[in-house]
């Protein structure tokens, strides 16, 4: 029997599908320190993180069945986080949060212009200018970016974590881009 740390994501999503327990541990090791990541630049920071974090594992636990095994595994827990951490700023404002509001581009297609590989020490400037621009910027599109530059997501699955269509994703990016550029001035590397 193979080690459970050199399984696939998927394969332990499958093991947990069929009763074992031990894979989900495996998993929270891998998805623990980059859902805090994402959940501190998504909530600005807050206390409760580490809480909301367990709680999306408690949420994976009890919804692994509705994992499709065929596909990937990281979009589907990002998506469990983004729920659990929309609904955190809902319990903050104690209203409700129209998170994106109603844009435009969602309902019209795009063409998706994904991004052409960059050089590793321009990924690094844009991990750090997107860092720290994040509060400066509109929530839907600071969101977008940190999946993106701070998670490395693909588009595609920022579109399976986000639920809007493959062009919505191509053009927040480029307008989320746009926004930082704006802040940084000619600093940007953008």
């Known amino acids: 029997m193979e080690p459970l740390g050199s399984l696939t994501d998927e394969e332990l999503a499958l093991r947990i599908q069929h009763g074992e327990s031990e894979p989900l541990g495996v998993l929270m090791g891998r998805y623990e320190p980059k859902l805090l990541r994402y959940g501190t630049k998504f909530l600005s920071g807050t206390e409760d993180i580490v809480d909301l974090v367990q709680e999306v594992f408690v949420s994976v636990y009890q919804n692994i069945q509705s994992y499709d095994a065929s596909r990937r595994f990281s979009p589907w827990i990002y998506r469990i986080a983004h729920n659990a951490f929309v609904g955190e700023l809902r319990k903050r404002s104690r209203q409700p949060v129209r998170f994106f509001g109603f844009e435009f581009d969602t309902f019209v ?6 991004a052409t590989q960059v050089p590793e020490v321009e990924a690094k400037e844009m991990r ?30 920022i579109a399976d974590v986000l639920r809007i269509p493959l062009g919505t994703v191509s053009v927040r990016i480029a307008r989320g881009r746009t926004a930082l550029r704006a802040t940084y001035g000619d600093q940007s590397p953008l």
């Open 109 to 114: 297609p795009h063409p998706v212009q994904e």
């Open 128 to 157: 750090s200018m997107v860092e720290e621009g994040l509060s400066k910027i509109s929530p839907a599109y600071s969101e977008i970016l940190i999946l993106r530059y701070l998670e490395e997501l693909s588009y595609q699955e």
